[in-house]
């Protein structure tokens, strides 16, 4: 009977042949890092930038005090506009939400729309005593509710993609 040979499958690389010496890898020994590149400018800026972590009460105060802020500086330097109020508060919400503890990360979608009413006070048309400012205050609610929804949208949105992101990393 004849017996054949089995070879290993080839998978490219060649044995060194014998009583040659062995390269690094082979002996266990670390081959030196490539130099790293350096990350591309935009990357540098944005690390520079601060990196706060809020507390749920630290998010509704500094959403609604910048909100408010912002309020009132549309009102004097816009004379009251309600779209320049709602471009301003997506910013301010996606801030808001990137600048969450990984704890209280689920109110920050529930803390951007109670900022942008209050925020919307000196904004909303304000003639006729207090019935007045409160129907200026629910028109305009009612007015920029797209503004409002996306804000609370992008909140939502980033809260829950940084909320999956932690169970996985708890997970592994």
């Given at each position: 009977m004849?017996?054949?040979?089995?070879?290993?499958p080839h998978n490219g690389?060649?044995?060194?042949?014998?009583?040659?010496?062995?390269?690094?890898?082979a002996r266990g020994e670390r081959?030196?890092?490539?130099p790293r590149r350096p990350p591309p400018p935009v990357v540098q800026t944005?690390?520079?930038?601060?990196?706060?972590?809020?507390?749920?009460?630290?998010?509704?105060?500094?959403?609604?005090g910048l909100m408010c802020a912002l309020g009132f500086l549309v009102s004097l330097l816009f004379g009251s506009s309600l779209t320049v109020y709602g471009v301003l508060f997506v910013p301010v919400s996606v801030l808001?939400?990137?600048?969450m503890r990984r704890g209280d990360l689920l109110?920050?979608?529930?803390?951007?729309?109670?900022?942008?009413?209050?925020?919307?006070?000196?904004?909303?048309?304000?003639?006729?005593?207090?019935s007045g400012r409160l129907m200026g205050l629910f028109t305009a609610l009612a007015t920029q509710a797209g503004?409002?929804?996306?804000?609370?949208?992008?909140a939502g949105i980033i809260a829950l993609v940084r909320r999956i992101r932690l169970v996985r990393s708890r997970s592994r």
């Open positions: 004849e017996q054949h040979r089995t070879r290993p690389t060649r044995r060194p042949a014998p009583g040659a010496p062995l390269p690094a890898q081959q030196p890092a490539a944005l690390r520079r930038f601060p990196n706060p972590r809020l507390t749920g009460l630290g998010g509704g105060l500094f959403c609604a808001t939400a990137v600048w109110t920050a979608p529930i803390i951007v729309p109670i900022a942008f009413a209050a925020g919307l006070v000196p904004v909303a048309d304000s003639s006729g005593g207090t503004w409002l929804y996306a804000g609370t949208l992008a």
